[in-house]
């Protein structure tokens, strides 16, 4: 039976020192991420799944395998009730604004699954041409109670909440209104975002990106 246990703890603790590592990740990521990503993990593989092997089987021969899942079992939760806040970032002082424009000039040529050409290359594509930013997206810091409310305010009819700090499940309980997290500053960076509270909302084929007081 210790044996059969020994084995289970070992894949537990295996998925959660996994699952730490992975929660970093971002919340966002790009169609071209995935290929970057795929190849990237097809060489770095055998070393990482290699570390955490070792890390748990030294675990299980020094008696401490239980110790470490609940170690593992305690980030895990830490990481998901509070991920780790975005970097860099300021309440907004000077509100300004600014467009954003998400067209991409494509470098080769799309085709499909019989390789009908479906756009050529050079062509320039703007999703907002075919799928609408319907609601503003607002992105706050959590741990303020005012920018909260004021968030809140402006979802009424529609629209997502991004934290930059704080905890969306403990948001989540108290308003009733779900709360996102940009992980890893994804969002923050590709809009160039230096300041909190923030909106993004379409006009036209652009979107307009505001740094406001939180009170407009």
Same mark, same amino acid.
């Given at each position: 039976m210790r044996g059969n246990y020994s084995l289970i703890s070992s894949r537990y603790l295996y998925f959660g020192l996994c699952s730490v590592l992975a929660l970093g990740a971002p919340l966002l990521v790009e169609a071209k991420s995935f290929a970057d990503l795929a190849s990237t993990f097809e060489i770095e593989e055998e070393s990482f799944l290699t570390m955490i092997q070792r890390r748990v089987e030294q675990a299980r021969v020094d008696g401490k395998l239980e110790v470490l899942?609940?170690?593992?079992?305690? *980030?895990v939760k830490e990481r998901v009730i509070t991920p780790i806040p975005v970097p860099g970032l300021q309440k907004t002082y000077e509100e300004r604004s600014w467009y954003f424009?998400? #067209?991409i000039t494509l470098d080769h040529d799309i085709r499909d699954?019989? #390789? @009908?050409? %479906?756009h050529p290359k050079g062509t320039t594509l703007n999703p907002l041409s075919v799928l609408s930013w319907r609601h503003p997206m607002i992105l706050i810091d959590g741990s303020d109670e005012e920018q909260v409310s004021w968030a809140v305010s402006q979802v009424k009819s529609g629209g997502k909440i991004v934290l930059i700090k704080g905890s969306? %499940?403990?948001? &989540?309980? @108290?308003? !009733?209104? *779900? &709360?996102?997290?940009?992980q890893g !500053?994804? %969002?923050t960076q590709r &809009?160039?975002?230096k300041q909190i509270p923030a909106r993004i909302t379409q006009e036209g084929q652009k979107l307009l990106i505001e740094e406001v007081r939180g009170n407009s």
């Open positions: 899942e609940e170690d593992v079992k305690k *980030r424009d998400p #067209s699954h019989k #390789s @009908n050409l %479906i969306p %499940i403990t948001l &989540f309980r @108290n308003t !009733g209104q *779900r &709360f996102y997290f940009d !500053g994804k %969002i &809009f160039q975002i």
